[in-house]
């Protein structure tokens, strides 16, 4: 797909079922049950390329996989050095974390990626865990893909991390887990805490206190998983957006991660007037329940804090930020610099392209409401400036270039989106 032309839409009353499963769990779904001893069951494993890399990556790792096409059956006896190159695709989740869980395995490993994944830099995971005893070699001195690692002995560590990432604690936690003693890890702000909560659900001996976390290394294997993965509220957030800028709309996202690390996103959402609210029906290794979002006249928010929380939505957030009232203000956000694309410039390029008045700053931008006008907008590759923009053409009608990046998270995406206007792909 390369073209995507979107229509206007009228006002639409949905409930969503569909929302692609989350893309954070179902990786680390996969890689823990490498550490499990038995075997591990995962529902509604999100079937997009980026997490169908990490499946296959596990099988070359030698785990033994049954896929029926509804349960994914995995059991392993060790990590095994593979045959082959292990590929993430586009995905920095899971290399970083596959950094974690190699780093003290027995044997050669080369993980690469994309052409858009191998230009991300990888020194965040690399340099503590080389400052630990692990073995990387790769270019720029192991801080771009393709990176060799030889399996190593690791020490215990005590390490106070200077940005809040989620992929960079749970790389540090996967290490812990076979270092040589008790580990504590540090944060400045709160980071989104799957693994913590799956990896004590199966058993690991993980305290969380605040910002600080502490990792006992495994004296035996862990529980299998037993885990349906709940709806991606990263996803959810492109229709909520959907709703809350469409007059006279509602929808109802169901299934989704109520995780609080998770949904800051729609917390800023109903902070710029939305109507949304929270039903929760389950808490297993997540509380899971259904989202429902009505359209109000939206002004606009200072995006300043928990920035680690909805660094995936901010995309899809500043389009609601052009269509409120006033001037939206995002920062500390230097961050999204470094995803799958210069996402401050990317929204901020695109923003310009639709007459919206933007400015942008090292760490952040700022966005001015206004009338969001057809344009055409590259993606650059990234799947969420790609919806994100396709979203806006809800308002105005818009063209978006660069289409198969969504397939790495939600393809079923264009299918929903169907349900609510009309598009031509080509």
Request: net charge neutral.
């Amino acid at each position: 797909m390369s073209l995507a032309k979107v229509f206007p839409a009228s006002k639409f009353s949905l409930n969503i079922s569909e929302i692609a499963p989350d893309k954070s769990i179902s990786h680390r779904s996969v890689m823990f049950a490498m550490l499990a001893d038995g075997t591990s069951e995962i529902k509604n494993f999100l079937r997009a390329e980026d997490t169908l890399n990490s499946l296959e990556i596990v099988k070359n790792l030698g785990a033994k996989v049954d896929d029926d096409g509804d349960i994914i059956k995995i059991s392993s006896d060790g990590i095994k050095e593979p045959f082959e190159i292990l590929d993430c695709g586009n995905s920095g989740t899971g290399m970083r974390l596959f950094c974690g869980l190699l780093s003290s395995a027995n044997g050669h490993f080369v993980l690469t990626g994309d052409k858009y994944l191998r230009s991300r830099p990888m020194k965040r995971v690399t340099q503590p865990l080389r400052d630990i005893g692990a073995i990387f070699d790769g270019r720029d001195d192991s801080n771009l893909a393709p990176l060799s690692i030889r399996g190593s002995s690791l020490k215990a560590f005590t390490y106070d991390s200077k940005i809040a990432s989620a992929q960079v604690k749970s790389c540090m936690i996967l290490a812990a887990l076979r270092a040589d003693g008790e580990c504590v890890y540090t944060e400045p702000e709160l980071s989104r805490d799957h693994t913590e909560r799956m990896l004590k659900g199966m058993g690991a001996e993980i305290n969380v206190d605040g910002l600080k976390t502490t990792i006992k290394p495994m004296n035996k294997l862990l529980n299998p998983l037993k885990i349906r993965v709940p709806a991606d509220p990263s996803s959810a957030f492109f229709f909520a957006v959907a709703a809350a800028i469409t007059p006279d709309s509602n929808i109802v996202l169901e299934g989704v991660t109520l995780n609080e690390t998770r949904i800051e996103a729609f917390k800023a959402l109903e902070c710029m007037g939305a109507n949304i609210r929270y039903e929760n029906i389950d808490n297993k290794y997540e509380p899971t329940g259904n989202i429902y979002v009505k359209y109000a006249t939206l002004k606009a928010i200072t995006i300043e804090d928990k920035i680690s929380w909805l660094i995936d939505e901010l995309p899809a957030l500043s389009i609601a930020m052009a269509c409120a009232n006033g001037t939206s203000v995002v920062k500390n956000a230097e961050e999204l610099r470094v995803k799958e694309s210069d996402r401050i410039s990317t929204i901020v390029n695109g923003l310009n392209a639709c007459g919206i008045k933007t400015r942008e700053y090292n760490d952040g931008y700022t966005v001015t409401g206004g009338e969001l006008k057809s344009a055409l907008v590259n993606s650059e590759g990234d799947h969420r400036i790609a919806m994100s923009f396709i979203i806006a053409g809800l308002k105005c009608g818009m063209q978006v270039r660069d289409l198969d990046c969504i397939n790495t998270s939600f393809p079923n995406f264009f299918e929903l989106l169907k349900k609510i206007t009309k598009i031509e792909i080509s």
